[in-house]
């Protein structure tokens, strides 16, 4: 398995080990572009993989804090009381780059910057680059998607996936 991300036309696509795209999924990436840096809120690009899974278990619209479970469902009364939050629900799959100097250590760590794919409970966004750095997904989608995958996972995000079979 692996996953690919394309900035370009805010899709992820999961591999199987054959080369075949078995799932499809509408995906919002950064508002402010694809960037490595620290503090840039871009997505990162290259090479990573999923350092963990997390939320097993987990109701859909489970809110997350820090990683951890808050014991919140979100709820659209919720969003209207915060409509600026960025929202982090029902599973997280942490990334870790893999291209020392790129996405790995030092100001370009991507897993000390903590991008994830996970939930959101905002279906508008979806399609154009709206978050602060993270891949969102909708909440069926994330959860489908995290059982369908194992920590180690290959995830490559480049700005224009073109070829499904590269």
């Not at 690919?4 to 199987?16: D, K």
């Not at 402010?32 to 278990?57: D, F, L, M, Y």
């Not at 978050?131 to 998607?145: F, K, Q, T, Y």
């Not at 180690?152 to 073109?162: K, N, S």
Request: with cysteine; net charge positive; charged share 25%.
């Amino acid at each position: 398995m692996q996953i690919r991300v394309s900035i370009s036309r805010q899709e992820l696509c999961l591999f199987a080990d054959d080369g075949a795209c078995i799932r499809r999924y509408r995906i919002s990436t950064a508002a402010k572009g694809a960037g490595e840096r620290s503090g840039s809120n871009c997505t990162p690009r290259g090479q990573h993989v999923i350092r963990a899974r997390i939320g097993a278990g987990l109701p859909l619209g489970a809110v997350f804090r820090a990683r951890r479970p808050t014991g919140e469902t979100c709820t659209p009364e919720q969003q209207a009381v915060f409509p600026g939050r960025d929202w982090i629900t029902t599973r997280i799959l942490w990334l870790s780059g893999c291209e020392r100097g790129f996405n790995r250590l030092g100001a370009v760590d991507s897993m000390r910057r903590y991008i994830y794919i996970h939930g959101t409970p905002d279906r508008a966004a979806l399609g154009t680059p709206a978050s602060h750095g993270c891949i969102r997904m909708a909440d069926e989608d994330v959860a489908e998607l995290f059982e369908l995958v194992a920590a180690g996972t290959p995830v490559l995000i480049e700005e224009g996936l073109d070829d499904e079979s590269r």
